[in-house]
């Protein structure tokens, strides 16, 4: 059975910082790219960060120069490290893990709530 679990998420004022974690068990991680998106209310869900089964990271605007995303292959985890977090930051961020090959695998946690208030 698939599992990804987050953790990491809370409460933080504004220029905060805050690492999110992912534990994935029940696939072969290494094999898998990884992201993490986030869905703020009444919004849709957005990709923040992914990376590469390799290990090279990508990430939307939004998180450019703030964000870092890294994962660890011999502990199946994956990171979202997020710094001078804003009020508009808050949301479920989301970890999923995804491969297109021999067919499209597709797995999602259930969330973790990111709250940035004064």
């Known amino acids: 059975q698939v599992q990804l679990v987050e953790s990491g998420g809370g409460l933080v004022q504004p220029g905060g910082s805050l690492r999110l974690s992912c534990a994935a068990s029940?696939?072969?991680?290494?094999?898998?790219?990884m992201y993490w998106y986030r869905q703020a209310p009444g919004k849709q869900r957005e990709l923040v960060a992914g990376?590469?089964?390799?290990?090279?990271?990508t990430y939307a605007r939004t998180g450019q120069g703030r964000f870092t995303i890294s994962r660890d292959n011999a502990k199946n985890m994956v990171y979202l490290q997020m710094h001078n977090l804003k009020p508009e930051d808050t949301a479920q961020y989301y970890c999923?893990?995804?491969?297109?090959?021999?067919?499209?695998?597709?797995?999602w946690g259930q969330g973790t709530q990111v709250t940035v208030s004064s």
């Open positions: 029940g696939i072969i991680f290494r094999d898998y790219v």
């Open positions: 999923n893990a995804r491969r297109d090959w021999p067919r499209v695998y597709d797995f």
């Open positions: 990376i590469s089964d390799g290990g090279t990271p």
